[in-house]
């Protein structure tokens, strides 16, 4: 539930829909109790995976990753 709400949140901040059809190819979500516990962390990492490259795109090369986050957030 946590990446997701990251997800939102990136979402919220920047303005950007997240593409993630990694994740939603899986169909899991973590309403799906009845999933094993194995295809849920198949599903949280690939979730993970697709926020981290997303936010690594939008940040500076230049810049540590706290301080282009840092400037991420004061411009939104």
């Not at 950007?16 to 799906?32: F, I």
Request: glycine letters at 4%.
């Amino acid at each position: 539930m946590l990446m997701i709400q990251v997800k939102k949140y990136y979402e919220h901040k920047t303005g950007n829909q997240l593409q993630t059809p990694e994740y939603d190819m899986l169909g899991v979500t973590p309403l799906h109790i009845h999933k094993s516990k194995n295809v849920h962390r198949v599903a949280l990492m690939t979730l993970g995976n697709e926020v981290v490259a997303k936010m690594r795109d939008s940040f500076p090369a230049s810049k540590e990753p706290e301080e282009a986050a840092a400037d991420t957030l004061v411009r939104h």
